[in-house]
């Protein structure tokens, strides 16, 4: 079975710049996560995703970010402009269903913004 | 706000050698803890699932403890391996869904 796909693995760009990341959860799970992990933490919560339904984005910057799951399946991630503290490693994961399910974890997105 | 730390923030053992990594948690209202591997470039892998109502999960070599009373847990390797090597993360759920992680230990294996 297929894990959690992420593309690109790795992007630099200069600041105000805008980028996206895309996710690709595995086939037949209803829960889509993004996080933010920054270099030395753990990760953070931006958005969770009920099917099509973003039902936790109190921690996503909403000024310069914005996420969308088309069809409850695949996920992008957007921030316009970027900014020097966006560079971090963007994670995606998946669970099975809406409830404390295991989350399984794509590779990460790593954004470097100069 | 639930805060997780997670001591120490790196460490490094010889083969063989037995050694325990410490997650700490303020809230001690919570509905699962869980521990994660998180090799270098690469995403997490879940280790152990321990539910607020159990005390420890194993799994081969691994070993994690949970003392809710206490906001702790551990996590126990025995005969470290230098394919251990890896950052260590313990997380959180106290809700359904809100999962919060600590830092991370740096882990590392010396052949």
């Known amino acids: 079975e297929a894990g959690v796909v992420q593309s690109p693995r790795y992007k630099i760009i200069e600041k105000k710049q805008p980028v996206a990341f895309w996710c690709n959860p595995i086939s037949g799970h209803n829960t889509l996560y993004w996080y933010r992990q920054n270099l030395g933490q753990g990760p953070e919560l931006l958005i969770r995703y009920e099917n099509e339904e973003a039902v936790d984005d109190s921690q996503l910057p909403k000024d310069r970010f914005s996420a969308e799951r088309l069809k409850g399946v695949d996920s992008t991630l957007k921030i316009q402009p970027a900014e020097l503290g966006d560079s971090a490693v963007y994670l995606c994961?998946?669970?099975?269903?809406?409830?404390?399910?295991?989350?399984?974890f794509g590779p990460g997105t790593r954004l470097t913004v100069l | 706000k639930q805060e997780v730390t997670q001591i120490p923030a790196a460490l490094s053992v010889p083969e063989g050698e037995n050694l325990v990594l410490n997650c700490s948690f303020t809230d001690s209202a919570i509905y699962n803890l869980q521990w994660f591997r998180q090799d270098p470039g690469k995403g997490l892998t879940s280790l152990l699932l321990i539910q607020s109502s159990q005390r420890e999960q194993t799994s081969g070599r691994l070993n994690a403890s949970l003392d809710k009373s206490s906001g702790r847990s551990t996590l126990y390797i025995a005969a470290s391996q230098p394919g251990d090597s890896a950052t260590y993360l313990c997380a959180v759920r106290k809700r359904w869904n809100d999962m919060r992680f600590g830092a991370g230990t740096r882990l590392t294996v010396k052949p």
């Open positions: 994961a998946s669970s099975y269903g809406t409830g404390p399910d295991t989350q399984y």
